[in-house]
């Protein structure tokens, strides 16, 4: 066994009892990535040398007997939507592509604070508008358990570079499946946060009420150790709730003893694989065996929560998108004659055709006289999905349901096809626009080999019984890790 | 023969808030500072900053809103107004749309000897944008980003206002309030205090608004003034000849006393409001708000009107009084003694006293004159027991020793003669001295008298009642 094979929780044990050194860790990742990386391209930046002197101080550390944090030690890569101060964070977009941010996004201090090892910065889809990181300015991620697939998205990077064994944790974020979708095509754990639970300062915006970042990993465990890092209330973002956060790690009990768990027929309908659904169910079948109560449960239609997550996203990101302008950083257009035409060309240039067309999109929602008949009617229909949400949680504990409505699909299959490629986030989105927690797991391979993914959804704030329920699947299982392309 | 028009306007004024630190940062919320010095990764808009709401910003709107007699609403929330300029970098701008912090306020103005009252619409809350700089020295502009997310509370007024006498009137009195709330320092040098205004006209006995127009870029109250004078003759002008006007928007350059096109209703920009989901809904308690409103003292528009009332004093005179939160409080420390005419009160207050504020650059507070000495001083004065000019020299050295008007006067022997034997002898004495005055004065020049009086009372070192004395001469010279 290579250590970049472990999980974060095994390695920590090694070092504390010193059965190898974060430098050799970290080497052994280093190494990993060297040996991986051209195949899958999930790195946008490398930071090898940083990484080492980080490793170093840990082992000096280790030395004198300083207490270790979890997550001491431990390689973590992080997506490239995440300010990092002094190291370039482009969005995978040619308008940030010269961008060095002189602050830290508020999860990198926190994780600052932790001692982790950070490898560097990871491709998506550009501004985090996809679902297959092909919309990347720079290159194509590819999945580790097949190469002519995509790793999904928009946090490709992030769950090809931890399935891969390039990072052993990744930060992703989440605005309408970005974190689980490619978890569920890479076969790794991804947990999408309750919204304000995690600070969003220092992501640069996509959706900004639906914008979360979250954990990558390779089991339950690991998820909770980053997610424990990362949470909290943020003075600088009053959008973050303030509230006890556990030790979440720490309070893992792996059992669904009692607990009840839902299942929607909208979530298995039409669209879903016969492959995806059965080993769905497979999972729901072995945690009943566990001691789980399984009821149906209600929910709003799928595409009606598809339409209000489009309009409400795109809007918002046409205004945060808007100060791409040229005037202050980033790309600016080579020649112009008029502050117009400086700002038409940077944009045109700058910017990639998903990003435009939400941009449009978004644009044209808000604009006056279609105001109230999209984005108030989206707003309208959030409030019922919420309603619905919380209705559906008074008679269970979780619902269950597929994360993707299929495995992964090859590069370039749906690149020219926006309405397959947005299906993709069909069973993801409502959670994004509920403000829910969901977690995806791991549950099986289909013919081809490719992962499957399984999406637990909780009310909000409830990850510990999220972590709960898919440790005690986890353990049946063996191990998510099997379900990682560590060979 | 033409038609008679009346003029309506309706005032948009921006006034920066004084708070600490910018609205949505902890930049110093200060001005003149050398360029992009007082900025931060969140008012330069940078990549994936957040802004957070100063509180005082919003105490700051909501005691304005009290102050023009709105409802404030205990629920509002925030709105981007999207749009690109250079000089705003977040490419919007976090206001407030649909649900602003105050509403359905008015305010009292003073015009031609009556009290009027104005509607205010709305009160809300923003930030302020940069500026651009242009420079000969070099191609291009380039950006300040020190103003990005300065405070402003926007008061919109009703289309209440039909003169630029009446527009005056009102910039003025909200002026006075922000500074005697102490919310803005209103500093229009500085730009803390500008406006927009919406001009329309219609036939005279007409009950239909005409087409409004709005004019930006008016700097000054003056201007302002100009502004409307100009946009209301243009539009009679274009109705007089059969034109009609259109809605747009005209920018006015104060310096060539004309306004331009700026843009037409076509291309009025749309600003595509949307809630801000980066910050949360403003929810005031009924006890915060209490708080607030109790806190707002007699305003200067009320006093004033109060002070002609209660006083008698000349408009003059009250307006200087109210203009100072100091001068009219210190005015009314002394009137509350009931010992002397508040005439003779607001005379000294804004004579001496405000002379030497000026001389010596200290506040009244600073000053430290103890009131009840001051109205001690008076009432002397004003029983005659001492002139006006040795109450003038009490006053130097009670501000020096503060030693009491009392002995000051015994000290230096200052007391008032006014026992009629004393004063004739001296004034036989100056008469008999002075044979060229006399028939000065009584061949025609009359300004002699004034002399007179004067060597009275120098010969009488300053004590002798110059009433008295001037009627003695008079009599003389008229009768004998």
Redesign the interface.
């Known amino acids: 066994m290579e250590l970049y094979q472990l999980t974060a929780w095994e390695l920590h044990q090694k070092l504390t009892t010193k059965e190898c050194s974060a430098k050799e860790i970290t080497q052994s990742v280093l190494g990993r990535i060297e040996q991986k990386e051209k195949e899958i391209g999930a790195y946008l930046t490398l930071t090898p040398d940083d990484a080492l002197a980080q490793a170093k101080a840990v082992d000096q550390k280790l030395a004198s007997e300083e207490p270790l944090s979890p997550l001491a030690g431990i390689p973590i890569a992080i997506k490239d939507n995440i300010c990092t101060k002094g190291v370039k964070t482009t969005c995978a977009s040619k308008i940030l592509s010269n961008f060095v941010p002189p602050y830290d996004a508020t999860v990198m201090e926190k994780l600052n604070g932790t001692d982790c090892v950070y490898l560097g910065k990871l491709n998506m889809d550009e501004f985090a508008m996809g679902s297959s990181t092909e919309t990347s300015f720079f290159q194509k991620t590819h999945n580790p358990h097949n190469t002519e697939y995509v790793p999904g998205g928009s946090s490709g990077g992030s769950a090809a570079a931890v399935s891969a064994g390039e990072a052993v944790l990744a930060l992703g974020s989440d605005t309408g499946g970005s974190i689980r979708q490619p978890s569920a095509y890479c076969g790794t754990v991804g947990l999408k946060p309750t919204y304000g639970t995690v600070s969003r300062y220092g992501l640069v915006a996509f959706a900004s009420s639906l914008d979360q970042i979250g954990p990558i990993g390779r089991s339950v465990k690991d998820v909770a150790l980053l997610y424990s890092a990362i949470c909290g209330k943020d003075e600088k973002d009053t959008t973050s709730v303030r509230r006890d956060y556990p030790d979440f790690a720490k309070e893992i009990v792996p059992s669904v003893k009692g607990m009840t768990i839902g299942l929607s027929d909208e979530y298995f309908g039409e669209g879903v694989s016969d492959e995806v659904k059965s080993a769905v169910m497979k999972a729901v079948d072995a945690l009943k065996e566990q001691g789980a109560k399984v009821v149906s449960v209600s929910l709003p239609s799928t595409d009606q929560t598809l339409a209000a997550y489009y309009i409400i996203a795109s809007a918002e990101a046409s205004s945060n998108l808007a100060r791409f302008d040229g005037v202050k950083y980033g790309y600016r257009t080579k020649e112009y004659a008029s502050l117009d035409e400086m700002y038409e060309k940077t944009r045109s240039e700058g910017f990639g055709d998903e990003v435009k067309r939400r941009i449009m999109l978004g644009t044209y929602v808000l604009s006056s006289g279609y105001y109230d008949a999209y984005y108030k009617k989206a707003k309208f229909t959030q409030k019922m999905i919420q309603e619905a949400f919380r209705n559906a949680f008074s008679s269970c504990d979780l619902i269950l349901t597929p994360t993707a409505p299929d495995t992964a699909f090859k590069i370039g299959e749906n690149i020219h096809d926006q309405v397959k490629m947005y299906m993709n986030d069909i069973l993801t989105v409502t959670v994004n626009i509920a403000g829910l927690p969901a977690l995806s797991v791991p549950c099986g391979f289909d013919t081809k080999g490719l992962p499957i993914g399984l999406q637990m959804i909780g009310p909000k704030f409830s990850e510990g019984l999220l972590f709960n329920a898919a440790a005690c699947y986890e353990e049946l299982l063996g191990g998510f890790s099997a379900f990682s392309a560590l060979k | 023969m033409s038609k008679e028009y009346v003029t309506v306007i309706g005032l948009e004024v921006h006034a920066e808030l004084n708070t600490q630190s910018k609205i949505y940062c902890s930049c110093k919320n200060s001005f003149g500072a050398e360029v992009n010095t007082q900025c931060c990764?969140v008012c330069?808009?940078?990549?994936?900053?957040?802004?957070?709401?100063n509180e005082q910003v919003v105490a700051s709107a909501v005691k304005m809103g009290y102050a023009l007699n709105c409802t404030i609403n205990p629920v509002s929330k925030q709105d981007?107004k999207?749009y690109?300029y250079?000089d705003l970098?977040?490419?919007?701008q976090i206001s407030q749309f649909d649900i602003p912090l105050c509403e359905n306020g008015y305010v009292d103005i003073w015009v031609d000897g009556k009290e009027k009252r104005i509607g205010v619409t709305r009160i809300h809350i923003e930030e302020d944008a940069g500026k651009l700089i242009h420079d000969n020295s070099f191609a291009g502009s380039l950006?300040d980003f020190n103003r990005c997310g300065v405070p402003l509370i926007e008061i919109v007024s009703e289309p209440d206002l039909r003169s630029s006498k009446e527009a005056k009137a009102y910039l003025d009195t909200i002026k006075a309030i922000v500074q005697y709330i102490d919310v803005s320092d209103a500093k229009m040098q500085e730009g803390s205090i500008r406006c927009d205004i919406n001009v329309s006209v219609m036939e005279k006995g007409s009950d239909t608004f005409g087409t409004r127009v709005e004019m930006k870029n008016v700097n000054t109250f003056s201007g302002a003034v100009r502004a409307i004078e100009y946009e209301a003759a243009r539009q009679i002008a274009v109705l007089e000849q059969g034109g009609t006007i259109e809605q747009e928007t005209r920018r006015w350059d104060d310096q060539k006393g004309q306004n331009f096109l700026l843009r037409s209703k076509e291309d009025a920009h749309?600003y595509?409001?949307?809630p801000e989901?980066?910050?949360?809904t403003i929810v005031l308690e009924e006890s915060y708000l209490s708080q607030i409103k109790d806190s707002i003292p007699e305003l200067p528009n009320k006093k004033f009107v109060r002070y002609l009332a209660d006083y008698d004093l000349p408009e003059d005179d009250a307006s200087l009084l109210v203009a100072s939160v100091e001068k009219s409080a210190f005015f009314e420390t002394l009137v509350a003694f009931g010992d002397v005419k508040p005439k003779s009160i607001s005379n000294w207050i804004l004579g001496d006293i405000s002379r030497i504020m000026n001389e010596t650059g200290k506040s009244l507070d600073e000053l430290e004159i103890d009131a009840k000495a001051l109205d001690a001083l008076l009432l002397m004065i004003d029983q005659k027991k001492i002139s006006n000019s040795a109450g003038k020299t009490v006053f130097e050295e009670m501000l020096k020793t503060k030693a009491s008007p009392e002995e000051i006067v015994k000290e230096k022997g200052l007391l008032q003669i006014s026992d009629t034997d004393a004063l004739q002898e001296i004034v036989d004495q100056i008469l008999a001295a002075n044979q060229k005055s006399v028939d000065d004065y009584r061949n025609g020049k009359t300004n002699a008298l004034g002399f007179l009086v004067g060597q009275c009372m120098k010969a009488s070192k300053g004590k002798g009642n110059p009433a008295m004395m001037k009627e003695m001469l008079l009599s003389y010279l008229e009768n004998q």
């Not at chain 2, 330069?44 to 709401?53: A, E, N, R, S």
């Open positions: 990764p330069m808009g940078m990549p994936g900053t957040l802004p957070t709401l981007r999207n690109f250079p970098p977040k490419a919007y950006v749309d595509r409001y949307f989901p980066d910050l949360q």
